[in-house]
């Protein structure tokens, strides 16, 4: 039996110890990035784990990437800036009937790595991180130019041979560029790119949230003001008009699954097009992750997802199926089944966590209980 049909079977039985190796894994190639974008960690010193993944690593990751269905090579930092991004696009560790995504912001492509990527023989998705569809706008938000991105946008779509790589384009939503939204899908459109992605800013707690305050061509980011649900309205009508608007093109479009995306009962009264809306109606037993993803740090720690607040492992000291399996990870999908937020989870920001009660089961449990399940 493959991979995939194991963990179907083990996900729907929601079993705590699982034979399945995860199906999507995210290897973080790097934690360094050129860019110091506003509502990132980087644009506050805030990553304190500034490497690149050494290439044993990677080595030790080849019996999940060899079965994975989905790979993503990304994390906090920009994968094109990382040697160990380039060994892996090469190294043939990669399951070849999987999908392969990666976030870039685009800056640091010369011909060379474009041909790379072109070449690499794999189902790869190239998710450019835009934000803007304004020149203005980007260099406010993201510090860089925005020129360059388009112009390497053009030059991968023009030398690709078939399907592959594919291109995308994402904008993170928030007061300073909602309202650029549907010239953002119009801009995709005239680029010839394949589709866009739109989501918002994660809704942090308070504290995480103050500690972004950043000052930059004449323009303060505030991450707690500029969150768009302090601006419900204004984020859905937005919002429908640029779905009605992609539709209009026949652009592809995805809104977030994991967080929510209309803040208004009717937001989505206009979404009657070809374009999944996700549900705001889940609780932590919803989430299949614990059961699905394994994302790997450039340090070697592991969570069970991207939205996780604590480390499940590290490769360093043990192997990815060691750790699939470990206590933590059994708890974790022990609380899953029976909808209580584990400690791993606590102050994540999917959607999943974020409909529940605040306090969770485990989190009530003492010190004792925490030591013993290691968190």
Same mark, same amino acid.
């Given at each position: ?9 083990e ?20 934690? +360094?990035c050129n ?5 990132c960690?980087h644009? +506050? ?11 044993d ?13 989905s790979? @993503? ?10 040697p ?6 090469e190294s043939?560790y +990669?399951?070849p ?11 640091l ?5 474009i041909?790379?990527?072109v070449?690499? %023989?794999?189902?790869? !998705?190239l ?7 304004r ?7 993201? $510090? ?13 779509i023009?030398?690709?041979? $078939?399907k ?7 904008m993170?939503?928030?007061? @300073?560029?909602?309202?650029e939204?549907?010239e953002?899908?119009e801009?995709? %459109? ?8 739109l989501? %918002? ?5 308070d ?8 000052d930059?061509?004449?323009?303060r980011?505030?991450?707690? /003001?500029q ?17 009605k608007?992609? !539709?209009?093109?026949? #652009? ?5 699954q994991?967080?929510v ?6 937001g989505?009264?206009?979404t009657? %097009?070809? +374009?999944?809306?996700?549900s !705001?109606d ?9 059961w699905r ?6 340090s $070697? ?5 991207c939205?996780a ?6 490769i360093?000291?043990? !192997? ?8 933590? #990870? ?32 485990? $989190? ?6 925490? /030591?013993?399940?290691g968190?």
């Amino acid at each position: 039996m493959q991979n995939r049909e194991i963990c179907d079977r083990e996900l729907a039985a929601q079993n705590t110890i699982i034979e399945s190796l995860p199906i999507q894994v995210s290897v973080e190639t790097t934690s +360094i990035c050129n860019l110091r974008c506003v509502m990132c960690g980087h644009a +506050i010193g805030d990553v304190k784990r500034l490497k690149h993944m050494p290439n044993d690593q990677i080595e030790s990751l080849r019996p999940a990437l060899k079965v994975a269905d989905s790979v @993503q090579l990304h994390g906090i930092g920009e994968p094109t800036a990382s040697p160990s991004f380039w060994k892996i696009m090469e190294s043939g560790y +990669i399951n070849p009937d999987a999908d392969v995504n990666v976030n870039s912001n685009f800056t640091l492509l010369n011909d060379k790595k474009i041909d790379t990527l072109v070449n690499s %023989h794999l189902k790869l !998705s190239l998710n450019v991180s835009t934000d803007a569809a304004r020149p203005d706008t980007y260099a406010k938000i993201r $510090g860089a130019d925005l020129q360059v991105v388009l112009d390497n946008i053009r030059k991968v779509i023009s030398r690709r041979k $078939g399907k592959y790589p594919e291109i995308f384009m994402n904008m993170t939503l928030m007061r @300073q560029n909602i309202e650029e939204v549907v010239e953002f899908v119009e801009l995709a %459109h005239e680029l010839g790119v394949d589709r866009v992605f739109l989501w %918002h800013l994660n809704h942090w707690d308070d504290a995480t949230m103050a500690k972004y305050k950043i000052d930059r061509d004449g323009w303060r980011f505030d991450y707690a /003001e500029q969150g768009l649900w302090n601006y419900p309205d204004l984020s859905d009508r937005y919002m429908n008009m640029a779905v009605k608007r992609a !539709s209009e093109l026949k #652009m592809p479009l995805y809104l977030d699954q994991n967080k929510v995306v209309f803040f208004n009962a009717d937001g989505n009264a206009e979404t009657e %097009h070809e +374009i999944e809306v996700p549900s !705001s109606d889940v609780s932590v037993k919803d989430c299949a992750y614990p059961w699905r993803w394994a994302l790997v740090t450039s340090s $070697g720690a592991v969570r069970p997802c991207c939205y996780a607040t604590k480390d499940v492992g590290d490769i360093n000291t043990d !192997s990815i199926a060691d750790i699939w399996n470990n206590k933590i #990870m059994q708890s974790l999908r022990a609380s899953v089944r029976a909808n209580r937020v584990h400690p791993v989870c606590e102050g994540a920001s999917c959607k999943f966590v974020q409909q529940m009660p605040k306090q969770s089961w485990l $989190g009530r449990l003492g010190s004792r209980a925490r /030591e013993v399940l290691g968190v």
